[in-house]
Structure formats: C-alpha cells, structure tokens
C-alpha cells in the first residue's frame, strides 16, 4: 500500500480536535461532578489555565532518565492509540493510520502508558509513587482482562481484527451496533471502562485522599504538564476505540463528541454515585462481576 | 544533630575505611539562583495571567487557621470558581498558606515544604499571628514575624479571617501576580544568607540540608 503524506497534517488534525475537545469534556465533566456536591466547580476553561502554568513554571527537579521518559511514555500512548484508530468512519481525513491488524495494536497502547508511567514514578523514589503504582498496575489488570475478553468477543463475531471492518459491519441502524447483537460483551467492557477512567470506585491509586497523590507525587512542571496533556487525549482514544467496538462508530464529529462524551457520562454517574474501593475490594469486584461476563461472551459468540 | 547526620568513619566488609557524611552524601548542596523571566514580556504576561488564574495551594495547615480553608473547598464558599484548587504535594503545589501560628517545630517542615515547591511560587501568611505573633506574642516557641523566615506575598489580618476575606486575599495576590510581582522566589534566592541565618537562629535542632530541592 502506497503511503500519502497528506495522512500526517489530517492525522494533526485530529490530534488537535481531540485535544481541545477532551480538554473541554474534562472540565464538563468537573463541573457535573462538582454540582452534585452543589458546588458551581471550575471554569471550562480552566483545564487550558492549568496548562498554561505548569508549562510556564521556570525550575524543575529531575530523578533520572526514566523520571524524564515516563510522562512521554504516557503521552505516547495516548497519541498512538489516537494515530492508529479510525475516529470517524467513512472519512478519509480522518481515519488516521489504521490498518487491518490496529485492535491489536489499540488494546497494547491502551496499557502502554500506565506501565510507562510505572517506570517512571518508580524513579522518582518517592514511597507514595510506588504504593501508587502497585495499585495502579493491579487493579489496571483486573479491569484489562473483561476489556481483553470482550475485545476477542467481537473480533471472533466479525471475524475480523480490523476496526474499520467491525464498524463497518455495525452500519444500517441501531439494532446493528454491537451493544445488541453481543450484549455480553459490551457490559463486560462497560464494567472494565469504569476501572480505566479512573474516576471513584477506582481511583484509588489517584486519589488525593489516599495515598498523596499516587503516582505523579513528584512529578511537577512540564513533566505534569505532559501528563496533562494525556489525560485530555488518552480518555478520549480510549472510547473512540469503545465507541467504534460497541457503538456503532462515529460517521462525523457532532455524532463522535456525543457519543463520547455520553460514554464518559457513564463513569462519571457511577463516580458520583458509589465510594471509593480499596484495591483488593476492585480486584475482587472486576474478578467476580465483570470476567466472568466476559468469559461467557466469547463462549457464546 | 541527629546521630544518624553525623559525619563518621566506617569500616566496609572487606576492610577498608571509608568517611560518610550523610548531609553531603545524601543531598544536594546547591543553593538556590535566581530564575529570570526568560521570555518576552508577551509571553511573560500570558504566563503570569495563567499563574494568577491557576493557584495550586499546599494541603498543609500549619496551625488553627487551617480550619478556614476548608469552607473554601466546600459549597458555600467554592473557590474553585476561581482557579484556586488544593494539591496535596509540594511538587505541584505553587502558593503556600500559611495558616496561622506556626511553631518552631513547624517552620522546619514549612521550610522544606517552601523549598520543594517549584518557582514562581507565593506565600501567603493567613492571621495576625503570621504578622507580629498575634495572641502567641510572648510564646517560648513560635515566630512572631513570618517575614524573616519566608517572602510573604500577601499577609491576611484577623484572628480568624472568615473564609470571604481569604477570597479577597487571594484576588490580592492574583494582582501581584499579574503586575509581575510575585516573585517571591527570587527574592529568597537573593536573599538566601539572611532568610537561612534567621532560620537557623531559631531552629536548634537544625537537620536539614540548606536547601531541600
């Protein structure tokens, strides 16, 4: 297959709708969160302000070589996991650099950056990154295993590892999306989805309430600013593979930004609603309630 | 000194002697420099907006008046409204209050604290006892001005200062900030002989690098 070069400045394009559009949700969805607790919450624009500052701080303290890669491992995966997906189905622009194998590809980034990450809070020294990160890493396992599970679910119902492909064979009407013809599958993704977001019942390793605050203990200035900058793309990436697996895909923007911004309604309700678990609680939640979804959804496909 | 800090000599298994110093060997010994504006004034005034409009406060109540903050992250009074959010490490954190009376077994921690946090960083001093002692002006062991020990940006009178006037401190300090004039790091990088001689002078038990990066 011939390569074009004008896929680069379109896949940008993306890059830049995504990353607006995800710094945007991300503020949204503060301030849902903050007026359930009746509060008025951020400005919109805030998430850009942050930004902003942290890159504009003058000094910053380095741990090492993997202190500096683990913000740009983490970005990386995001960024990869948006290059190589399909975010709006039928459009040449931008359908990025997917290719016929890219769910394979997808579900390795979609872990990619938090092991980044593990590497690099654990140079950091600092005792809170590596409690972090142990259970960053364990509940990030159980919540990828009825994701992986669902993930071959579909790939073995359309006989195809290419996420165009299973998009495509979503089309003609609503009954077609996945969500119907393989519910098993969609609800044990829906249940890994609320452990990847993390949002309350699992944010544990995040929360700044627990340990303070996990993983980016020490990360400070552009290093957070960085990883900042992931947490408005990663989100993001991670439903449009959701939203082109389970729902049908996006045939243009308006359609993509509402079905996104719907999905992450899903684990902000859940959020607000339920406490938070401790680790071995959501390990033993997802191993009992959402694996084994996922097993009899690929034994039934 | 504790014991531990002491410079000694060791003899390694295999049998050589070695010295250990711990401050030396364990941390940094660079002080401070100072951090200039590196850009064109454009850019530095977008900076400075953005550091106005993004007040990353420490967790960290020194003293009573840390009981005043908590309204502010709760529905009545929201300060996130306006940019003031709570982060719970020195790292991320870039204005640090201090709340109230801060005893000397409380400044060493506050120093450390200080110093972690990453430039252009601002203190405000919350209460008259951050002032002149406030009702602690004749205790054995608190400070009495927090001027000599850290550059205060903005100082909040009152015992206590309710919730609104902290929200009208920091719209003062969000003025400094955006005339250019909250450089507060700079000024102790400048000063740093003067702000470590008064430190020391009342920290006895000085066990601590100069400068904790």
Redesign the interface.
């Known amino acids: 297959m011939e390569f074009e070069w004008i896929r680069i400045p379109w896949a940008l394009l993306t890059l830049f709708i995504v990353f607006n559009f995800g710094l945007l949700m991300n503020a949204t969805i503060q301030k849902i969160a903050?007026r359930v607790?009746?509060?008025?919450?951020?400005?919109v624009w805030?998430n850009y302000?942050?930004l902003?500052?942290n890159y504009?701080?003058?000094?910053?303290?380095t741990h090492g070589v993997m202190f500096y890669l683990g913000p740009v491992f983490r970005l990386s995966g995001g960024v990869g996991l948006l290059m190589f997906v399909p975010v709006i189905y039928g459009s040449e622009m931008f359908s990025n650099f997917s290719f016929t194998g890219d769910l394979i590809l997808a579900l390795y980034f979609v872990f990619f950056g938090t092991l980044g990450m593990a590497l690099g809070a654990g140079e950091s020294g600092h005792p809170y990154s590596a409690i972090g990160i142990t259970r960053g890493l364990a509940q990030m396992t159980a919540s990828e295993l009825p994701f992986a599970l669902a993930v071959f679910a579909v790939a073995l119902q359309y006989q195809t590892l290419s996420i165009t492909d299973i998009v495509a064979a979503q089309q003609g009407g609503i009954l077609n999306w996945t969500v119907f013809t393989n519910p098993l599958a969609v609800a044990a993704a829906m249940l890994a989805f609320l452990g990847s977001m993390m949002r309350p019942p699992f944010d544990v390793a995040m929360a700044?309430q627990e340990v303070?605050?996990g993983p980016?203990?020490?990360?400070?200035?552009s290093f957070?600013a960085l990883m900042q900058t992931n947490r408005a793309l990663f989100p993001v990436a991670k439903m449009t593979v959701y939203v082109s697996l389970f729902f049908g895909g996006a045939a243009s923007w308006p359609v993509f930004f509402l079905k996104v911004f719907l999905l992450y309604m899903w684990s902000a309700f859940v959020g607000v609603v339920f406490p938070r678990f401790r680790v071995e609680q959501s390990i033993r939640w997802f191993l009992i309630w959402a694996v084994p979804l996922g097993v009899l959804a690929i034994v039934t496909v | 000194m504790k014991e531990e800090l002491i410079k000694r000599v060791v003899k390694t298994p295999d049998g050589q002697e070695i010295e250990i110093n711990p401050m030396e060997d364990y941390f940094c010994q660079a002080g401070p420099t100072v951090?200039p504006?590196?850009y064109t004034a454009i850019i530095e005034k977008?900076?400075n907006w953005?550091?106005s409009?993004?007040l990353w406060i420490l967790?960290y109540g020194t003293g009573c008046g840390a009981i005043e903050m908590r309204p502010l992250m709760?529905?009545r009074f929201?300060a996130?409204?306006y940019?003031i959010?709570?982060?719970?490490?020195p790292?991320?954190a870039?204005l640090l209050v201090i709340s109230g009376y801060l005893s000397v077994k409380t400044l060493k921690r506050v120093i450390r604290s200080y110093e972690q946090m990453?430039?252009?960083k601002f203190v405000v001093g919350l209460g008259s006892c951050t002032i002149n002692g406030g009702m602690y002006w004749d205790s054995y062991n608190t400070i009495k001005r927090l001027d000599d020990f850290l550059p205060v940006d903005v100082y909040i009178a009152g015992c206590m200062p309710r919730p609104e006037a902290l929200l009208a401190g920091f719209e003062e300090l969000k003025k400094i900030i955006r005339a250019g004039k909250g450089e507060g790091?700079n000024t102790y990088a400048e000063n740093f002989e003067w702000y470590k001689a008064n430190q020391k002078r009342v920290i006895k038990d000085w066990d601590m690098p100069d400068y904790s990066?």
């Open positions: 903050a607790g009746r509060r008025h919450g951020i400005p805030q302000v942050d902003i500052k504009s701080i003058r000094t910053s303290i700044p303070p605050i980016p203990t020490e990360y400070h200035s957070l | 951090q504006p590196a977008l900076f953005a550091r409009e993004s967790g709760t529905p929201d996130y409204r940019g959010q709570w982060r719970p490490t790292r991320q870039n990453q430039g252009p790091a990066w």
